[in-house]
């Protein structure tokens, strides 16, 4: 077998094996040599070609690394990391936003409270009403500094940029997880001089001695990996600086071969001759696995003085110091939480390397190594967004994306997803206590999204993700009870059935399948023994007309319309117009998204961009599916209005001042409440996991969750609230009695302005008040009569009394069997 080997000159040419060999002859005297000299003039020969084949090779090996290396800083060095990304915080002039919230978000999104640097995602600085923005260079671009004036610290006055105006600006994602096996907690960055004294000196005493000396890579470190490992083809332990562990966090994979381990050096070198010292600490200690404790995983030093000692960092003591410090080698057999003996004795350890460098005295090594280590109570733990963490990993595959190996950017607003889980955990707080004696905590799920693109904004499975890591939004399926309903008049106002048309609300027993009955009652057992108007009946969810409704507009059409709405089919029963077919609340969330979107249905969507940042403000209408048409949605969302004006949901009437929403309540065994603005649909649930009856109505257990979580999304993103829903071609506005379904005269008294289309909109006027013969017991005063203006609606009405007796009592009479009779006063 022959070994061919090239090598590279200064100028860049290349020299073949035969040039090489050329040259080594050349380098031998004319005269005679010994065998001896022979021997050695050759092995000389061969170390210079394996010098220069091996300086070639290192130098190829080097500019390939630093490529890597330049295009991760070029697009900056922490968005560029694989894993899942939140979808990024726009800020907008006018929106109401505190100077300090501001701040905070910029903290997570990875932007730092110092000198620029193409570390991070970008710089601030605050002054007394600004926050000036410096966002990281891009590719070698330097953008423009962005001026974030504010007007009495909370609210965005103007948002300029070099000078000029801006409507919005966006800011860098935040990291969701880059590491799916563990859910993270709230993260921001820190800066080197934001590390105490303390835990600075313990890490490097503990972990890298040399490493303001050394340029990436501890040759004398290496070599006694290589001695402890010597005769096994994977590396077992030691050797690697905080350099290389930072690339090997960052940039490789957990395996440990030489090959990696080559990789992890080179990558090192590089980073050294980019970066300062001081930002690579910095880099390493915000990106530090530190350990689990509860569902959270500790991700760098900041995050573990909170979830261990309950602390800002800069208030640690040196022993918590130098348990953190501690913790890098071995996260978990080093636990405070599961081995608390271990953590003690490597606490004691870093204490001694801090003397054995000097770092501190005999009587602080004393101290700290007497000082017990107290975790702080788990109250208020949580990792971020972990039902949706756990749920898009689940589904990555339809989307053929790998989120360990690339940048995933999501749809999750983690501003409303931080309203999401305050809002539920109140309501399931005050819950709890009214179950106290009850065996089972109430749970609950919220989940909200845009139904003109799918996009899941905000996603909460339960009360506790420690405890429980079932979703309940995408995966427990329960009867949404009269959340349903709407979906039986949408499929009635298709066939035809007008809003106004009547039916007898009163009890009844209905045949179906030929010889099979059925017998509904309304919710509470009462009835108004009168007909009302299908309107009506929706608006008062009452169960006796949805059933009527149902069975006149044929259950197999509703079973096929709910499916298009995206609902499970349900089985065609009578009952089934109640909502007795189990859905999840992200199936029911969707499509109610349907009536906000004008009858189109969008697919639920949790992956927005695959490599780059998603476009902002552009609308996924296109991939839209028509379900009902437009002027059907409208009026299903014209009644569900009326649902918070004067139904069901009423309690939550004025909650969004200025924001038009429509609402269902919806009462099973559980509580429900789904509401809808132009812009966001959000679902509530309430009820307990064994299925037991939770004994409230979806107004009193889940209308107040969402009413609290609508009420601080809006606030946040007023783009979300809209005066008006859009009005379609084809509806006109009607007012009608709301008493019979005719046209109003003025003097019904229960007039409503009701959306109805021109063939399903009423004909006839009321003739049951002010306007009748004096026989039927209504009069109108004739002195009145003639002050009246000619033009005057009620001076027609009474100037024409065209209606007999025989008109005025004409109605249609239903029995207990479904039969309807035309009667009068005559019968």
């Not at 929706?538 to 069975?551: P, Q, R």
């Not at 107004?699 to 107040?704: E, F, G, H, Q, T």
């Amino acid at each position: 077998m022959s070994i061919e080997v090239t090598s590279i000159a200064p100028d860049g040419k290349r020299f073949s094996p035969r040039t090489i060999a050329a040259t080594v002859r050349n380098c031998l005297p004319n005269s005679p040599l010994t065998n001896k000299q022979l021997v050695v003039r050759f092995i000389f020969g061969l170390v210079a070609v394996a010098t220069i084949a091996s300086g070639d090779a290192l130098l190829r090996s080097y500019k390939y690394y630093s490529r890597i290396i330049d295009a991760r800083l070029a697009s900056g060095y922490l968005t560029s990391r694989p894993g899942l990304y939140a979808a990024p915080r726009t800020i907008a002039r006018g929106e109401k936003l505190a100077k300090q919230d501001l701040v905070t978000a910029l903290r997570r999104a990875g932007y730092v409270d110092s000198l620029n640097s193409n570390v991070w995602n970008g710089s601030f600085r605050e002054t007394s009403s600004t926050v000036e923005i410096s966002p990281a260079a891009t590719n070698g671009i330097k953008p423009a500094v962005v001026t974030v004036l504010f007007k009495n610290n909370r609210e965005i006055e103007a948002l300029l940029a070099d000078n000029l105006p801006l409507d919005t600006f966006a800011l860098a994602p935040e990291v969701l997880s880059n590491d799916l096996s563990s859910k993270t907690g709230e993260h921001d960055n820190l800066t080197y001089d934001e590390i105490p004294p303390a835990l600075n000196h313990a890490i490097l005493s503990i972990e890298d001695q040399r490493f303001f000396e050394h340029p990436g890579v501890d040759v004398w470190g290496i070599a006694r990996a290589l001695v402890r490992n010597a005769g096994d083809d994977r590396v077992g332990q030691g050797g690697s600086t905080i350099t290389q562990q930072l690339v090997k966090n960052t940039y490789l994979s957990s395996e440990r071969t030489f090959a990696r381990k080559y990789a992890e050096a080179m990558l090192a070198f590089a980073l050294e001759q980019r970066l300062s010292k001081q930002d690579i600490f910095a880099l390493y200690c915000n990106e530090v696995y530190l350990g689990q404790r509860g569902a959270v995983g500790v991700r760098g030093v900041r995050q573990a003085a909170r979830i261990y000692f309950g602390k800002e960092l800069k208030d640690v003591s040196l022993a918590e110091a130098a348990t953190i410090a501690g913790l890098i080698q071995g996260p978990a057999r080093y636990s405070l939480v599961y081995h608390p003996e271990a953590a003690q004795a490597r606490k004691t350890l870093v204490l001694e390397a801090l003397l054995r460098d000097r770092w501190i005295t005999n009587e602080q090594a004393r101290s700290a190594r007497t000082e017990p280590l107290a975790l702080s109570q788990l109250k208020g733990l949580a990792s971020v967004a972990p039902y949706f963490v756990d749920y898009v990993d689940r589904t990555s595959d339809q989307y053929d994306v790998q989120p360990a190996q690339q940048k995933i950017y999501t749809t999750i607003d983690l501003d409303m997803q931080r309203l999401a889980e305050n809002a539920l955990r109140q309501q399931l707080d005050r819950l709890a206590v009214a179950y106290k004696g009850h065996p089972a905590k109430p749970q609950g799920a919220l989940v909200a999204l845009d139904p003109k693109t799918g996009n899941v904004l905000a996603m909460v499975g339960g009360r506790d993700y420690a405890e429980s890591q079932l979703n309940r939004v995408t995966d427990a399926r329960r009867q949404p009870g009269s959340t349903f309903k709407p979906f039986v008049y949408a499929a009635a106002l298709e066939d035809g059935m007008s809003p106004v048309q009547t039916f007898s609300d009163a009890p009844r027993e209905f045949v179906y399948d030929r010889n099979k009955t059925y017998r509904p009652a309304n919710f509470g057992g009462g009835y108004s023994l009168s007909d009302v108007t299908m309107r009506t009946a929706l608006v008062e969810s009452l169960n006796v007309v949805t059933v009527d409704i149902a069975l006149q507009t044929g259950l197999a059409r509703i079973a096929n319309l709910a499916s298009d709405f995206g609902l499970p089919r349900p089985e065609r029963y009578p009952s089934m117009a109640l909502g007795t077919e189990e859905v999840t609340p992200l199936e029911l969330a969707a499509a109610y998204a349907v009536f906000a979107n004008g009858g189109h249905r969008v697919e639920p969507k949790v992956i927005a961009s695959v490599g780059e940042p998603p476009a902002t403000h552009i609308s996924n209408g296109n991939n839209s599916t028509p379900v009902i048409s437009p002027t059907t949605a409208y009026m299903i969302t014209n009644m569900l209005e009326a649902v918070v004006d004067h139904g069901t949901a009423q309690a939550a009437r004025g909650a969004l001042m200025g924001t038009s929403f429509a609402a269902k309540t919806g009462t099973s065994r559980d509580g429900w409440f789904v509401g809808y603005t132009p812009k966001l649909v959000c679902v509530v649930w309430i009820g307990f996991d064994d299925n037991q009856q939770l004994g409230l109505t979806g107004a009193a257990a889940a209308l107040p969750a969402w009413v609290n979580f609508m009420q601080g999304a809006i606030a946040t993103n007023p783009e979300l609230g809209s005066e008006n829903f859009d009005c379609p071609e084809g509806i006109e506005f009607v007012e009608i009695d709301a008493d019979n379904g005719l046209r109003s005269t003025l003097t019904c008294p229960h007039r409503e302005l009701i959306a109805v289309t021109e063939r399903l909109a009423p004909n006839l006027e009321c003739y049951r008040h002010g306007n009748l013969p004096a026989s039927t017991g209504y009069t109108v005063d004739e002195g009145a009569e003639r002050d009246l203006p000619n033009d005057s609606v009620l001076a027609q009405h009474s100037r024409s009394r065209l209606r007999s007796d025989f008109l005025a009592l004409t109605r249609i009479e239903v029995d207990m069997k479904g039969k309807r009779t035309l009667v009068n006063a005559m019968r």
